[in-house]
Structures are given as structure tokens and as C-alpha cells.
């Protein structure tokens, strides 16, 4: 994504602040150790209220590159510094894998729901960021209305409501849709399921990136399909070039991709490559499906374009949900199948009839009503924070050949570790100290990334995350070197 300017109108003006020193930090201007200009002297320079100066250094505090000195001023944290380098291009053998990760998935699932395991598992954002008390209102209010008809269950596009605000919510982000081109469905996991049933069958080959999202392999394996990963950068995600070169040798009937804040590189495509991607596939008359199930959750505002705006005749079909904005548990989501519209309705109709209705009625009213910006503008802080604390800690007590990415949105991190760390082992000994992870194996469906993590940051950063953190370093330094077997003997 081209860097946005920081003069951005849509942002507030403490936004646009943030956004010029942490520029300017990153880059060595305002150097580790050095002061920020004195608040007095910014409010004279930049025709600002003071209070606007104090709330942008307040979030750059928050985000750890700087801290405030008692009767002195606001400095360059000292450990930025020590930030790990990024990972690089990815490089998966191009051959067509068949998927089997769900039993340790299940695994997987059963370790990180424990409650008194620090989260740091599964890419959930904490209870108390998600805005669930107002949703549960509105479902409280959806169960004793009575303006739903029930006939509405045998409507498998969902209730038009809902698909309204999806049609007035995507515009902005480049997409003309009217609500007869949307369908609801129970989350963002039956939308894909049907997308790929809709266009694929069992056996056929679909490629995703490397590393990818693990549900999205469960969901190729549970259809049959198999899986080509394609090499993907950590910055700008799908090398369209790499995709192009291996279409020419497979026949590759779906092209599944995140192209904004991707799970778990956190990386957005090019607006070029954007176009290049639909460009190339519109030729082949091969159907993308985009999951942008991060898509809004931008630390810079606006949020990018969805995929589907290159998109003229109807081979993106665009998949997300509201489990990472609103609440996981309504388990609701959309699909627009462009011209896929009619098979991918008559999945829904095998696959689960339609979606419960007093769920989508309370989404569609909490959108209505505007509490969905406040709720998405709150989370995005706490993230971007988080997110900041998580890679300067890396840089703390990680060993330093890790590698980490640097999302500009969501809330993951992809952390490349010593070549010789073995990942699951990490998992486990994490585990029985109370931290869960999720290890880079469960993103390929080729047995790769055995040395590397997806880190959940959706949380508040605080003494038990940062302990979690500690104790991950510690770990890591331990599996990159163990004690010889000599000393053992000597012990
Ligand atoms: C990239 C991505 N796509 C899809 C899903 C599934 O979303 P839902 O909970 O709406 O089924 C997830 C969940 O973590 C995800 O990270």
C-alpha cells in the first residue's frame, strides 16, 4: 500500500500527528534518547492546541516510542533500537498439497480456549474491546421484536436490513453493491465454504498464499480440494508474478487471498498488484475469492479499497464477517459472489438453509445507529498499541536473528525465530507455563514455517502480556541453544 499521506483529511488532527513523528522516529530524525519538540514550542509552530500535542504524544507513549520525563518532556524510548529485522519473501515448493492439519487443529482449539492461559493463541481481540454489551442490547430488543417475519427463514440471502448497511459500508471502500448482491451467512468460514463449493470440487487445485490463514486450509481439506501456495511477501503480500508463472503448469481453478492486513503476515497488496491480480485471473477466467476479514481494521484511515473494485466482470467473490469488529459468538458474515451469485445460493441452501435472523437483525440496527465506527476507531488504538509494545519486546528478549513483521493493521504478528527453534516445541513448553501460541506449521498445508509463530496482539498491553512476552524470549533463547550434552553429563 503506497504510505499514506499523514495530511489525510479524514483523520482527527492528533492522528496526523502521530502519524508525522512516528514517521520521523522510525526514520532516525527524532533519534533513542533525543527529545521531542517541547509542547509550547509545537503550539506555536503548528497552529495547534496544546491539548491536541499532549493527546499525540500520549498514543506515541502508548505505542512505546516514547516516554514522558516528570518536569521535562516527552523522549525517544532507548529500546526502539533493538527492533528485529523483517521476514522475507516467502519461497513454498510449487506443488499441489492435499491438507491435513485438523486433528492437531482441534488440538489447537482445545489448548488456547482455557481461561487462564494468557491469549496470545488464537486471533481473538479481549472481550472487553469488542463492543458486545450494546450488541447484546440490540439482541436482546431483536428477540422480543416482532418485525421479522419467520417466513424470513426460507430466505438463504439473509435479511435485507443487514445487506443494506453491507451495500452503504463497502461504497466508500471503491464497491458499488446493491443489497441483491450480498448474502448473509454464518460467518466468514461458511462464506468461503461455499465460494470454494460454488466454484471448485473435490480434488481441484486452489492457491492461497504462503504463509496462509490455517482455517482457510481446513476448509480446502474438509471439500477435498488441495492447496498451492504461492511465494508471498511479508510487506506486500501475493507476488502475482510468482502466480502467473505457475498458472502456465497447473490447472488452478481458484485463487484464494487476503489482500488488506492478512492473517498472519498483516501485509496489504499494492493497489497495482491489485489490479494486476484481478487482471490476470479475469483473463484465465479463474474466480478470486478475497477474505477481508481484517480489511477495516486500519491503523490508517481510510482503509484500503477492497480487491473487487478492479473487479468488472464478476470473478471476485468478497467474503468477511463481523467476528473481528463486532463479537466472534453471533457468527455472522457476508458474501458477494459477483457472477457466481446463483451457485454459491444454492450452496447455502445444502450447506445451512439461512442464517439466524435476530443476530443479523441486531448487527444491521448497531450499524444503523453509528456505534460501528466508535467501536472499529477504539479497537484500531489499542491494536496499532499493542502491536508496537509486541515487536519492541521481541526486539527485548528475543534472540537477535528474529525476525518480526510491521502490520499496518489487525492485530497479529508473524515472528520468525532462530533457524534451529523447532516452533511446536515452543507451543508446548509455552503452554505449560500459561501462554498460548499458535506455531507457523498450522499455516502451511506443506509442513513449512517449523521455526516461526503467529502472535495474537488484539489485547491490552499490560504486566501479564509483557511477562508472556518475557517468557517466550526465554523459551526461544533455551530451544536456539541447548545445553551440550557434555554439560548434561557433567550435571
Ligand atoms: C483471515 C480469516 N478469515 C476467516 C476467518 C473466519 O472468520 P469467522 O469467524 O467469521 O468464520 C478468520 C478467523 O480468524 C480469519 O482470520
Not at 517541547?38 to 506555536?44: F, G, N
Not at 488452478?252 to 485471473?281: T, W, Y
Not at 455472522?332 to 438453509?353: D, E, N, T, Y
Request: proline residues 8%; glycine residues 6%; charged residues 25%.
Amino acid at each position: 500500500m503506497p504510505p499514506k499521506s499523514s495530511d489525510d483529511p479524514a483523520r482527527f488532527r492528533y492522528e496526523q500527528l502521530v502519524c508525522e513523528l512516528s514517521g520521523l522516529i522510525r526514520a532516525g530524525t527524532f533519534a533513542p534518547g533525543e527529545r521531542l519538540p517541547s509542547v509550547r514550542k509545537l503550539k506555536q509552530q503548528k497552529k495547534i492546541s496544546a491539548t491536541t500535542i499532549l493527546q499525540a504524544y500520549r498514543l506515541l507513549e502508548d505505542q512505546g516510542l516514547v516516554e514522558a520525563k516528570p518536569q521535562s518532556g516527552f523522549y525517544v524510548r532507548p529500546q526502539i533500537f533493538m527492533q528485529p529485522n523483517r521476514p522475507r519473501l516467502t519461497e513454498p515448493r510449487s506443488n499441489p498439497c492435499e491438507v491435513d492439519i485438523s486433528d492437531f487443529l482441534l488440538e489447537f482449539f482445545d489448548s488456547v480456549s482455557c481461561s487462564s492461559i494468557v491469549p496470545l493463541g488464537a486471533a481473538i481481540p479481549a472481550g472487553d474491546l469488542l463492543p458486545r454489551e450494546k450488541i447484546y442490547g440490540f439482541l436482546a430488543a431483536a428477540a422480543r421484536s416482532k418485525a421479522v417475519d419467520p417466513k424470513h427463514y426460507v430466505c438463504p440471502r439473509g435479511i435485507r436490513a443487514l445487506r443494506h448497511q453491507i451495500a452503504r459500508r463497502v461504497y466508500p471502500r471503491g464497491v458499488n453493491l446493491t443489497d441483491d448482491d450480498i448474502m448473509i451467512t454464518c460467518g466468514a468460514t461458511e462464506a468461503i465454504t461455499l465460494c470454494l463449493s460454488a466454484v471448485a470440487k473435490a480434488g481441484d487445485v486452489i492457491a492461497v498464499e504462503s504463509p496462509t490463514y490455517f482455517g482457510t486450509l481446513q476448509i480446502i481439506e474438509c471439500l477435498g480440494m488441495r492447496a498451492l501456495e504461492i511465494p508471498t511477501c511479508p510487506t506486500e503480500g501475493i507476488q502475482v508474478t510468482s502466480l502467473e508463472r505457475i498458472m502456465q503448469h497447473n490447472d488452478i481453478k481458484a485463487v484464494l487471498v487476503q489482500p488488506s492486513f492478512h492473517n498472519p503476515l498483516g501485509c496489504v497488496m499494492p493497489e497495482a498488484d491489485r489490479a494486476d491480480l484481478v487482471a490476470l485471473c479475469t483473463r484465465h477466467q479463474v474466480p478470486i475469492i478475497e477474505d477481508d476479514l481484517y480489511g477495516e481494521l486500519s491503523f490508517e484511515a481510510p482503509p484500503p479499497d477492497l480487491l473487487k473494485k478492479h473487479d468488472r466482470d464478476g470473478w471476485v467473490l468478497t467474503c468477511s464477517s463481523f467476528s473481528k469488529t463486532l463479537t466472534p459468538e453471533l457468527r455472522i458474515g457476508w458474501v458477494a459472489p459477483g457472477r457466481f451469485f446463483r451457485q454459491v445460493q444454492r450452496a447455502k441452501l445444502g450447506h445451512s438453509l439461512a442464517t439466524a435472523i435476530p443476530q443479523q437483525q441486531a448487527i444491521a440496527e448497531f450499524m444503523r445507529k453509528g456505534g460501528y465506527d466508535h467501536a472499529i476507531r477504539r479497537m484500531r488504538r489499542v491494536f496499532c498499541a499493542s502491536l508496537s509494545r509486541a515487536i519492541q519486546a521481541i526486539g527485548e528478549w528475543f534472540p537477535p536473528e528474529t525476525k518480526a513483521t510491521r502490520p499496518l493493521g489487525g492485530f497479529v504478528l508473524w515472528v520468525e525465530l532462530p533457524a534451529e527453534v523447532n516452533a511446536m516445541c515452543l507451543y508446548r513448553e509455552a503452554l505449560d507455563r500459561g501462554v498460548s501460541i499458535a506455531p507457523g506449521r498450522l499455516f502451511s498445508a506443506d509442513d513449512q514455517y517449523n521455526n516461526h509463530i503467529r502472535l495474537n496482539c488484539g489485547v491490552h498491553w499490560d504486566t501479564r502480556v509483557e511477562n508472556a512476552f518475557k517468557t517466550l524470549g526465554h523459551l526461544t533463547h533455551e530451544l536456539a541453544n541447548p545445553p551440550s550434552e557434555d554439560l548434561l553429563v557433567a550435571n
